[in-house]
């Protein structure tokens, strides 16, 4: 049997007949109508289908023993036919009317339940305020959502004055709300969560879609929580997402409402139909490469935080270090040359020798970041942040790149080099940014980790003041050559 699992009026792989045919039916989520000789499930019902071959030995038996005699008659938007069988044990009886009981008092208990958008009001006259290193953001319920950052400007008289940036991610008289029953599911913090979506369009347009922003706004029950801005990200350029943790929707019943009833069918193809509708297969393939493409994002992303983390750990050795005595110290360096021994030196130095070499040749770039953006470092080429779309192709944003004179102009300014640590480039001239009227820049330390082994390396990206970066990237590569760097921060290679 091949599995699949699927909720009650969401399914466009499988319909039902119109209602004239002979596997006149309704919608998936109409609890009041007959398919075949029992109701359909309401919407609450998640059907768990399950595909098998005509001929599959013990089928027959299977079906006499445990469904319905008479199947449900589906179709896909190909017009592949199924037979779908529910189990003897969730039929659902019916009147003859059509009528199942307590129809009446259901629809009057939601026509009194007030709906989500009335619960929020109260919000209308607020903000709700999320600090963040850098940026911040503001949402306004019923009005926007934005992103700002203040600078403190000194002016030539002496006197200081703040320089406001901004970016509207997306205003209220766009908002695209669902009507009626305004709430669905989605993996949050480990669990299936309950939330309520409003959406807001008609943001500032993006430089890189050349569109307006948006963002979807998702409003959490948190009993504890009167409300509280809990976090954005960016799901694709230009689009974000923001979950708004409140306690005022907790009373809406499907926030509070059961867990899902499954009820599992078996389906059977008709006239030549594949065992699994074809739809349903290709986005299986689809599925099954996305998660291994999410599987492959996490690992390197916790391969990097393993990096940061083993960097942060080893500073705080160093302390501890500091503070002990020589005898411990130097146990501690021997225990350092034994472990190092274990690993084969030739083989580490050759492959560290050669990344080295093809590094600063500019022909091997060094990537890496977490979430929608990433990072790449091409030593005296450039400075991008790059996201790779399922097609294959990328989104870029170039956020600085080589020019000899605005290095040395930027080092001269800075005092030449200076730090035994790092060495610092500077790259200029990379993509227009609106919001100061000039081209992205970024500076680029390179410094030497002994926390990272091999040919490890570790990239961390920080917006330092409105678009002017500073690219952190770290390895045990750089250490032998730190002591060879001249005033201008190059190398003897």
């Known amino acids: 049997m091949r599995p699949l699992w699927i909720a009650a009026g969401v399914s466009t792989i499988l319909s039902q007949g119109t209602a004239n045919s002979p596997e006149a039916s309704i919608g998936w989520g109409d609890a009041t109508r007959k398919a075949s000789g029992f109701m359909l499930p309401d919407p609450s019902t998640v059907f768990s289908f399950e595909f098998s071959l005509p001929d599959e030995p013990g089928l027959q038996e299977l079906l006499q023993n445990n469904f319905e005699p008479e199947p449900v008659h589906l179709r896909t938007s190909r017009l592949e036919k199924y037979k779908c ?57 019923g009005k926007h959502v934005r992103q700002y950052h203040e600078d403190v400007v000194t002016m030539a008289s002496g006197e200081k004055s703040k320089k406001l940036s901004e970016h509207f991610l997306g205003y209220a008289d766009a908002t695209q709300v669902t009507p009626d029953k305004a709430t669905a599911k989605f993996m949050y913090k480990g669990k299936s969560t309950v939330y309520h979506t409003e959406t807001f369009g008609g943001g500032d347009t993006c430089d890189l879609t050349l569109k307006p922003r948006t963002t979807e706004i998702r409003f959490v029950c948190d009993p504890n929580m009167m409300h509280a801005f809990e976090s954005i990200s960016e799901t694709s350029t230009c689009n974000y997402l923001v979950i708004i943790h409140t306690s005022m929707v907790c009373s809406h019943p499907d926030f509070t409402a059961e867990a899902l009833v499954t009820t599992k069918a078996l389906c059977v193809g008709e006239q030549g139909a594949p065992v699994k509708p074809t739809r349903l297969s290709q986005l299986e393939h689809q599925l099954a490469a996305e998660e291994k493409a999410r599987e492959t994002e996490a690992a390197k992303n916790q391969a990097m935080a393993d990096a940061q983390h083993a960097d942060h750990l080893a500073q705080q050795q160093q302390k501890k270090q500091q503070k002990g005595s020589e005898q411990k110290r130097a146990k501690h360096q021997q225990g350092g040359a034994n472990e190092q021994a274990a690993i084969d030196p030739k083989a580490q130095a050759q492959a560290a020798k050669q990344l080295l070499t093809r590094f600063f040749q500019g022909k091997q770039c060094f990537g890496g970041g977490q979430g929608w953006w990433q990072h790449e470092f091409c030593y005296m080429k450039h400075v991008k942040q790059v996201h790779f779309n399922a097609d294959g192709s990328r989104d870029e944003v170039l956020m600085g790149k080589w020019d000899m004179a605005f290095h040395t102009e930027k080092i001269a300014a800075a005092g030449g080099h200076k730090s035994q640590n790092s060495m610092t480039h500077y790259y200029g001239n990379g993509d227009f940014c609106d919001e100061i009227g000039e081209p992205r820049q970024a500076k680029v330390k390179m410094m030497c980790s002994r926390s990272l082994t091999g040919t490890q390396v570790a990239l961390t990206l920080h917006e330092t003041s409105t678009c002017k970066y500073t690219l952190k990237v770290q390895s045990a590569l750089f250490c032998k050559l730190m002591k060879t760097v001249n005033s201008q921060g190059f190398p003897q290679l």
């Open 85 to 141: 069988y529910i189990p003897l044990a969730d039929k659902k009886q019916t009147g003859r009317d059509g009528d199942t009981d307590g129809d009446v008092e259901s629809t009057e208990a939601e026509a009194s339940v007030e709906p989500v958008e009335t619960l929020l009001k109260p919000l209308l006259s607020q903000c709700i305020y999320r600090l963040e290193p850098y940026w911040s953001y503001e949402y306004c319920h």
